[in-house]
């Protein structure tokens, strides 16, 4: 299983961004898909997740009201909308699978992507 990650950049604070990962080799509809971060010098973070069918999602406080995880079961591709970005949401960027339903902790993750990195500017 492969996953392709894009979408990064530099925008400015309240910008906004649209990440993209793309799962290849594996049965996409069978996992549940998540976004985490790490910046420099900091743990992976989680920042949200999505169960198999889209109708389920997660989010850690800081990303509640601005971040929105979604998938297409048909593109096999899942998304992470990031709006009103702020300095300290640079990171860079990975999805993550997982057979079931998503979880909170990078160590229960089967598959990663390469990362990719979204630089907010102040």
């Known amino acids: 299983v492969q996953l392709q990650a894009s979408g990064g950049g530099l925008v400015h604070t309240g910008g906004f961004l649209r990440l993209s990962c793309v799962v290849s080799?594996?049965?996409?509809?069978?996992?549940?898909m998540s976004w985490f971060r790490q910046a420099p010098g900091k743990e992976h973070e989680f920042i949200a997740g999505?169960?198999?069918?889209?109708?389920?999602?997660v989010y850690t406080d800081s990303a509640k009201g601005r971040f929105a995880i979604s998938r297409d079961n048909a593109k096999n591709t899942v998304y992470l909308q990031m709006n009103l970005l702020k300095p300290e949401d640079t990171a860079v960027y990975h999805c993550a699978a997982r057979p079931g339903p998503p979880r909170e902790y990078s160590r229960y993750y089967s598959y990663w992507g390469q990362g990719t990195l979204v630089t907010v500017s102040s």
């Open positions: 999505i169960n198999w069918s889209g109708g389920s999602t």
């Open positions: 080799g594996g049965i996409f509809s069978r996992y549940g």
